[in-house]
């Protein structure tokens, strides 16, 4: 699984403050801790005002690249902030994201050509995200399309399907996989990537509900998942699943972390 930590996100209350009183310190110590834990590319999402977007991002970027080699996933909404930021990232990673809204793959695919970024592509358009497994793989497609006129292949691009919550739409889970599969069918080298929090949007225990979606999504082939690499229960629940899916030659990834006391309780 390739991991993409979170944890550097303006939209956080404790990251959101500590933007606010530019406590550098705080989002240092987050860079260093997720990539320690393993992170291979760190989100980083400045979540502010559209006004103080670029600068702030600039700043975050600044301070997770002095701390860390891990390389960043460039995280916005605004395809324009992405185009402003790029030239600060010192070595190329993931942007996050584009989709069929407005122009943004016009703005970004062309910035990314001929380099070694990749991008996560949401299956989302101007009507939002898509009911049916077919809308969002019609749009999967489109993107995938598109990206291949600027020499783009399928294995730069991670699909991020959107999986609304399971609150909202009981098949949830079910259309993911499903949307992941067909993509997976007509484009064998792309990667399905997840943020997997928004499963268990307004249900109780949510860390056991995106365990449990962490390991189904795995399961059926999700290659890159958006989350915290500091939680010990979403580890654990990711190298069992690797572990049983025999993934892990002699269960030696989940015997070491065991060893290591980064899974299992506290002593
Ligand atoms: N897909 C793509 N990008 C995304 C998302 C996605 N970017 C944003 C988001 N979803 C993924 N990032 C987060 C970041 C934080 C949390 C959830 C998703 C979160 N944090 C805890 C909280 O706020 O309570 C606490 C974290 C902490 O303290 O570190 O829930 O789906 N492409």
Known sequence: MIIIGEKINGTIPVVKKAIEEKDADFIRQRAIDQA???AHYLDVCAGTSPDIEVET???LMDIVQDAVD????????NPRTIEAVLKYARKPGIINSVSEEGDKTDVIYPLIAGTDWQVIALTCDNDGIPKTAQARIDIAKSLVEKAAKYDIAPDRI????????LATDNNSVHNFVET????K????????????SNI???MPLRKVINQAFLTIATFFGMDSAI???CSRDMIAALLATEALMGKDRHCRKYNDAYRKGKIGPLK
């Open 185 to 196: 069918e007509m484009y064998p080298t792309i990667k399905i990537t997840s943020g997997l």
């Open 57 to 59: 991002l600039k700043w």
């Open 70 to 77: 891990t390389p960043l996933c460039i995280d916005s909404p």
């Open 200 to 202: 268990s949007f307004g």
């Open 180 to 183: 992941m599969r067909d993509i």
């Open 36 to 38: 320690e834990a393993g």
């Open 227 to 229: 989350m915290d690499p």
């Open 158 to 165: 991670h699909l991020d399907p959107l999986v609304i919550a």
